[in-house]
């Protein structure tokens, strides 16, 4: 099955349970937005790194030059069909300009390739938590 039509349908069947269950008196629904990754450089304007591997500085300005994933349009599309209040934590583009924040090649067991789907901590998931806590005071 295709990628984007198995989230889709996951999103749908987790908007349904929402609608059927969710008391929006009793309980908010957070969904946290997509988590980029950083492993084609051509995305973000350098046509020599083929990962996030070196980088040390975020993008610059508001935009991500390769645009956002197409998992960003499923996720929109599922949550607008949904009738109960959800409220989108949308850390998508502000962790596509933070091509800088992932491990580095070392893990437990010293090298072991480069990690450009995971976060540091502290860092960007830190950023997420503030988002969070904004929405919850």
Not at 10 to 39: C, E, M
Not at 53 to 76: D, I
Not at 88 to 105: A, E, F, M, V, Y
Not at 119 to 126: A, F, K, R, S
């Amino acid at each position: 099955m295709d990628r984007m039509l198995a989230f889709e349908k996951a999103l749908t069947t987790w908007g349904q349970w929402v609608d059927t269950n969710v008391d929006p008196a009793k309980t908010r629904v957070f969904f946290q937005g997509i988590s980029p990754s950083h492993y084609n450089g051509t995305d973000w304007g350098e046509q020599r790194a083929r990962t996030c591997e070196g980088q040390k500085e975020p993008l610059l300005g508001s935009t991500y030059p390769g645009g956002l994933p197409p998992a960003v349009g499923v996720l929109k599309t599922a949550l607008r069909k949904i009738t109960k209040p959800v409220t989108l934590l949308d850390i998508t583009n502000l962790s596509l300009l933070r091509k800088d924040g992932h491990p580095s090649i070392y893990g437990l067991g010293g090298r072991t390739g480069m990690d450009c789907s995971h976060w540091c901590l502290c860092g960007v998931p830190d950023t997420w938590n503030e988002i969070l806590y904004n929405f919850l005071l």
